[in-house]
């Protein structure tokens, strides 16, 4: 069983930067791959950034590429989603997720996942 808790969530304005976190329990964390996911009001979850167990290979969503950059430190059981350059449309609760299985392109389609945590919400201002 592994535990995912979201934090640093919060209100920016448009073009600013925000760090989350996801802290995992269990001593399988560096065996996971690790994504975040996003839902906006009114809107399906959606797939937003991935990396392997190891962290040697990243996968990023389209609509992100370029402004936010994943990480993983596997000696704290912790997955990051650095987030540059943000815009009002990435207004979402974000959602941190692990699974045993790396998708490769098939990231973008990706809908279930072994584990989820319960949200941080991201508000982006114009």
């Known amino acids: 069983q592994v535990q995912l808790v979201e934090s640093g969530g919060g209100l920016v304005q448009a073009g600013g930067s925000l760090r989350l976190s996801c802290a995992a329990s269990g001593r399988t964390f560096s065996s996971n791959s690790m994504a975040w996911f996003r839902q906006a009001p009114g809107k399906e979850r959606e797939f937003v950034a991935a990396?392997?167990?190891?962290?040697?290979?990243?996968y990023y969503a389209d609509s992100v590429k370029g402004r936010f950059t994943i990480s993983r430190d596997n000696a704290k059981n912790t997955v990051y989603l650095q987030m540059n350059s943000l815009k009002p449309e990435d207004t979402a609760v974000y959602y941190c997720?692990?699974?045993?299985?790396?998708?490769?392109?098939?990231?973008?389609?990706?809908?279930?996942?072994?584990?989820w945590g319960k949200g941080t919400l991201v508000t982006v201002s114009s």
């Open positions: 997720a692990a699974d045993r299985v790396w998708y490769g392109s098939g990231w973008s389609r990706r809908h279930g996942m072994d584990y």
């Open positions: 990396i392997t167990g190891s962290g040697g290979s990243t």
